[in-house]
């Protein structure tokens, strides 16, 4: 069943045409790359997958009641606090069961194998552990579907790949994934189906 479709998906930004005709269905517990050249457009349908933007043409679907997360591709942590206290904030915004929090914070920390950094200051974490608490934090509220913005940009070899397990490990516990990136190897590594976005429109076919 699908969580979220497009049909002929069209978006304008600032009068020039950016998408035309984008056609897709993402399926429950599904992990796809979307795959594309830098300015292809990729950021802008997360975006407008997620809401923050909306369509200028066509229809997108999504299913109702869908619980969703985003994360940029530069995490937007909360530099002043610990590493679990970001992740009790966020539980606490979501009206996740209070006597539960605790308990889904450390389990988020254990998932990213930040453990022991719940008391560290968010803002002395290297790039990639800043980005591994960011989806952490974004899987601690049970979402279906998970949006990642090029989660491994600018991450050395070691990061990138405890990223990707990180990734896997969502997708593995029942997580819908869309994750955006500019690498074919990693599109096929993680990614079930690809996106690809090329002019404006989007193609799709299985990993190989």
Not at 64 to 91: D, E, Y
Not at 114 to 141: D, F, H, K, P
Request: charge should be positive.
């Amino acid at each position: 069943m699908a969580c979220v479709t497009l049909k002929d998906v069209s978006l304008c930004v600032g009068g020039t045409q950016v998408l035309e005709g984008v056609c897709g269905t993402l399926e429950k517990k599904a992990c796809v790359a979307l795959l594309g050249a830098n300015g292809a457009g990729k950021t802008l349908l997360l975006r407008l997958i997620y809401g923050l933007l909306l369509p200028s043409g066509g229809t997108l679907i999504k299913d109702k009641g869908l619980r969703q997360t985003f994360v940029f591709a530069k995490p937007a942590l909360l530099q002043n606090i610990s590493a679990l206290q970001n992740i009790l904030f966020v539980l606490h915004l979501c009206n996740y069961p209070a006597h539960l929090r605790q308990t889904r914070a450390y389990d988020a920390l254990a998932v990213a194998g930040l453990e022991s950094y719940a008391t560290a200051n968010a803002g002395v974490l290297s790039s990639g552990q800043a980005q591994r608490l960011a989806i952490a934090r974004a899987w601690a509220v049970s979402p279906q579907l998970l949006l990642l913005d090029e989660p491994t940009t600018h991450l050395d070899e070691a990061s990138t790949q405890r990223t990707e397990a990180l990734i896997q490990q969502c997708h593995a516990q029942g997580c819908a994934i869309l994750f955006s990136t500019h690498d074919k190897e990693q599109a096929t590594r993680l990614g079930q189906t690809i996106w690809q976005l090329q002019h404006k429109n989007l193609y799709i076919y299985p990993a190989p």
